[in-house]
């Protein structure tokens, strides 16, 4: 499922305007993210967590050259599904 998939099911589902449901997704993602880049943990009770999670440095190679680099730390953002969620596929 596409992005534009997405709104049409959005808009089935809620009963709203394609423009509408397009406009709740884009917030949605803009208010994730902008919690994400200040630090928040984002929890959707029944849903699942967003957070950022930190990848420690650690030692690399250059695929090409096959050179040891450091790679440094980084952060990176995840989801977890809540066991609600996970459960209810089974």
């Known amino acids: 499922m ?12 809620a009963g709203i305007t ?9 917030g949605f993602i ?3 993210t902008d919690g994400l880049n200040a630090g928040e943990k984002i ?13 420690p ?3 690399g190679f250059n695929p090409k050259t096959g050179e040891k680099i450091r790679v440094s730390e980084t952060k990176i ?6 066991k609600a969620y996970k459960d209810s596929f089974n």
């Open 30 to 32: 803009g208010a994730i």
């Open 57 to 59: 440095e650690r030692d």
């Open 43 to 55: 929890q959707i009770s029944g849903f699942g967590t967003f957070e950022i999670k930190t990848k």
């Open 77 to 82: 953002p995840a989801f977890k599904f809540g």
């Open 2 to 13: 596409n992005k534009n998939e997405l709104v049409r099911a959005i808009a089935n589902k």
């Open 18 to 26: 394609l423009k509408d449901a397009s406009i709740a997704l884009d």
